[in-house]
C-alpha cells in the first residue's frame, strides 16, 4: 500500500488526475472501474478539463462503475447512473457502448448480479477509483462481507443509509438495497487508488491502513493490494501518525 499525503482535497484531485492520464496514454483501451461520491468529484472535474484541452481522450477507454441503488430507477436524480453522466460521462468522449453500470431493474433481479459479473469476468480491470465509507465499505461492500465476494445485491447498512442521506430529501428515501461489485471483483483489478479527504475519514483511513485485515473492516483488504495508492489530504491522514 502506498500512502499518498496532500496539503488539501484539490491537490488530491491533481494527483488522481495525473495518474489517470498517465494510464490512459499508457493504454488507451483502458479498462477503468468508477466510483461515485463526493472523493472522486474533482478527479471528474479535472478529467473533463484535460478532455477540453485535448491532452486525453477517452475514445477507447471502457468504464465499469462500482455499484448502484436497487429501488430508484436510472433517471433519479442520485441514481449512479445520473451521477456519472452529470459529474463525467456526458462532457467526455467515452462511447456509450464502453459505459457500464450495475443494471438495477427490479424485473431483472435475479440475473443482475451474475450479468454484471459475466461483464467484469470478461474484462479484466486496469484500474480501479474508489472512495470509503465511514464503515469502511468499499463500493458497498459492507462490514461482514466476505473478502471473496463477487457482484451481489447487497442490504445497506443504517450507518451507509445515514450518510448518504445527505444526497435526499429524508433518510426514508434513502433506497435499502444496492448491487455492488465484491470484493474480490475490486481485488482483482491490476491498480487501484483510493481517494479520501475530510476529518470525516480519519478514523476509518486509520483502521484501512493500520488495522487489522477482517471482512469487519472491507477496506482493510486493500492491504494485501500488489498496487494499491491511497491518496490522503492532512486531515484523512490525521490519525496515521
Ligand atoms: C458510497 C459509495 C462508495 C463511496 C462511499 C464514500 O456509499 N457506494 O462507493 O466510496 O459512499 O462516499 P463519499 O466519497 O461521498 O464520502
Do not use: W
Amino acid at each position: 500500500m502506498k500512502v499518498d499525503i496532500c496539503k488539501n482535497y484539490e491537490e488530491i484531485a491533481k494527483k488522481a488526475t495525473s495518474i489517470v492520464i498517465q494510464e490512459i496514454k499508457n493504454n488507451p483501451k483502458l479498462k477503468i472501474g468508477l466510483a461515485t461520491g463526493s472523493s472522486p468529484l474533482g478527479l471528474y472535474e479535472n478529467l473533463i478539463e484535460a478532455y477540453q484541452k485535448n491532452e486525453v481522450s477517452f475514445s477507447e477507454v471502457t468504464s465499469y462503475n462500482l455499484d448502484e441503488y436497487i429501488g430508484i430507477s436510472r433517471s433519479h436524480p442520485q441514481s449512479y447512473y445520473s451521477f456519472m453522466f452529470e459529474n463525467l460521462f456526458k462532457h467526455i468522449d467515452i462511447k456509450s457502448k464502453n459505459i457500464h453500470l450495475p443494471n438495477n431493474d427490479l424485473t431483472q433481479i435475479d440475473h443482475i448480479a451474475n450479468d454484471y459479473n459475466q461483464i467484469l469476468h470478461a474484462n479484466p480491470l486496469d484500474l480501479q477509483i474508489l472512495g470509503i465509507g465511514s464503515n469502511g465499505h468499499i463500493g458497498f461492500n459492507e462490514p461482514g462481507t466476505p473478502l471473496d465476494s463477487e457482484t451481489f445485491i447487497v442490504t445497506l447498512d443504517e450507518q451507509t443509509r445515514k450518510d448518504n442521506s445527505r444526497f435526499f430529501k429524508n433518510l426514508d428515501d434513502v433506497p435499502k438495497y444496492a448491487i455492488t461489485m465484491g470484493i474480490k471483483n475490486i481485488m482483482d483489478s491490476k491498480k487501484i487508488i483510493l481517494i479520501a479527504s475530510g476529518k470525516e475519514k480519519a478514523k476509518a483511513i486509520h483502521q484501512m491502513i493500520k488495522g487489522k485485515i477482517t471482512n469487519k473492516f472491507p477496506a482493510s483488504i486493500l492491504q494485501l493490494h500488489p498496487d494499491c495508492t491511497i491518496i490522503l489530504d492532512i486531515d484523512s491522514a490525521s490519525q496515521l501518525a
